[in-house]
C-alpha cells in the first residue's frame, strides 16, 4: 500500500514485490513448473520412446498412479515364481527336508523288528493251527498281511531315501505299496470271522447261533469289499511329506506312501476289530467256559487300542506295535482252539 505527503509518495515493499512480477517472470515461474510436471511424469511412468505430448500435456503423465503401485506388486509375482523354479532355494526352504537330527537307521530298524516279529507269529501260526477254517485262514492271512506291510515301509526307508530325485525308485516303491493298502484293508474285516469262531468256542453266548456266524461272515467281506470300492474311487496313494512340526520326530526318517486323501472310514474296520476282540474277550472271561481264551483275545484288543490312541508321531510306531501284538495275543487263543490244547 502507499501513502501521500507533500514531498510525494512513499510504498511499502509489498508493493515494490507486485510491481516485480511482470509478464517476464510469470513466462519463467510456468516454464519451471511445466518442467517439474515432466519430471515427476518420468519417474512415474514406465520409460517408453520419446512422444511430444509429455511436453505439450505434461498433467496427463501424472495420471497412472496405480501402475506405480501395481508394478512392484507385479515384480514381486514373478521374482516369486523364478525362485520356486530354482530347486536348491527350495529344497533348503522345504520343512519336509529338516534334519531331526537322529540317526536315519533307528526307524526302518523299528519296521524291520516288527517285521521279524510278525514273521515269528505267522511260523507259530503254521504249527499251532490244526483244524483248518475259515477263521484260521483269515488269521494267517492278516498276519501275512502285516508281514507285507512293515516290510515294506522298512526297505523303503533302507532303500529308497532318493526317490524325490529318482522317477523309477518312486514308481517301484509305489508299486510294492499298492498292496500294503490292499491285504490289509481286505484282511482286516475277516478277521471278525476269527473272533467270531474263538468267542463260539470260548462260550459266548450270542455266537453260539449259527445264523449269527454267517451273518459276521456275509458282514466281513461286504465291510471289505466296501473299503475297496472307496479306495478305487479315490485319488489312490502317495509319497507321504514330513512337512510338519514336530521337526525331531523319528518318522521323519520314513520313505513309505499314504492315501491321497485319507479319510477316516478307512479305519473303521480296525475300529471294529479291535473293539471287537475286547469285548468278546471280556465275555468269554464271564462265561467261565475257557477264560485262557478270553485273557488272550481281550489281551489282543487292549494292544490295538492303546498302540493306536497314543498322540501324534508316537502312533507312527506304536500303531503296527500294537497290530503286531493283537496277532500275538489271537496266536496263543488259536493254539487252544485252533490246535486241539
Known amino acids: 500500500s502507499c501513502t501521500h505527503n507533500k514531498i510525494g509518495s512513499r510504498c511499502s515493499p509489498s508493493h515494490n514485490y507486485y510491481n516485480m512480477i511482470t509478464p517476464k517472470y510469470i513466462s519463467i515461474t ?62 533348503v526352504e522345504n520343512p519336509a527336508d529338516i534334519d531331526n537330527g537322529k540317526n536315519d537307521l533307528i526307524a526302518p530298524s523299528i519296521y524291520a523288528a516288527y ?16 483244524t483248518k477254517t ?8 492278516v498276519t ?11 526297505i523303503g526307508s533302507f532303500f529308497f531315501k532318493d526317490i ?3 522317477p523309477q525308485k518312486y514308481k517301484i516303491l509305489k508299486w510294492l505299496s499298492y498292496p500294503r493298502f490292499t491285504f490289509h484293508a481286505i484282511g482286516v474285516p475277516l478277521q471278525l470271522i476269527t473272533v467270531a469262531e474263538m468267542g463260539k468256542f470260548a462260550g459266548v ?7 449269527v456266524q454267517i451273518g459276521i461272515i456275509l458282514a466281513s467281506f461286504a465291510l471289505a469289499i466296501a473299503d475297496r470300492l472307496k479306495f478305487a474311487r479315490s485319488p489312490g496313494i502317495e509319497q507321504t511329506i514330513w512337512d510338519k512340526p514336530p521337526f ?3 518318522e521323519r526318517d520314513l520313505v513309505k506312501f499314504g492315501y491321497v486323501e485319507p479319510d477316516f472310514a478307512y479305519v473303521i474296520p480296525a475300529i471294529i476289530l479291535a473293539l471287537s476282540n475286547l469285548i468278546v474277550g471280556i465275555v468269554a472271561l464271564k462265561s467261565g467256559v475257557d477264560p485262557e481264551v478270553g485273557k488272550w483275545m481281550a489281551f489282543a484288543g487292549l494292544s490295538a487300542l492303546i498302540g493306536n490312541a497314543l498322540p501324534g508321531s508316537l502312533m507312527t510306531f506304536t500303531g503296527n506295535l500294537g497290530e503286531a501284538g493283537m496277532q500275538f495275543g489271537l496266536l496263543e487263543a488259536a493254539r487252544i482252539v485252533y490246535g486241539g490244547l
Open 248 to 250: 525331531g520326530a523319528l
Open 164 to 166: 524325490d530325485t529318482n
Open 30 to 91: 510456468l516454464a519451471l513448473i511445466a518442467s517439474s510436471a515432466v519430471a515427476v511424469g518420468a519417474f512415474t511412468t514406465t520409460r517408453t520412446s520419446f512422444s511430444p505430448t509429455s511436453i505439450c500435456y505434461p498433467v496427463l503423465q501424472l495420471q497412472p498412479r496405480a501402475s506405480f503401485v501395481s508394478t512392484p506388486l507385479q515384480l514381486l509375482k514373478k521374482d516369486m515364481a523364478a525362485t520356486e523354479d530354482q530347486p536348491l532355494l527350495k529344497a
Open 144 to 154: 501275512g498281511a502285516l508281514i507285507w506291510d512293515n516290510l515294506i515301509i522298512s
Open 205 to 211: 453266548g450270542f455266537l453260539q447261533s449259527d445264523v
Open 115 to 130: 517285521t521279524a516279529a510278525l514273521i515269528f507269529i505267522i511260523y507259530q501260526l503254521r504249527d499251532a493251527i490244526v
Open 134 to 141: 475259515l477263521g484260521s485262514t483269515a488269521l494267517a492271512f
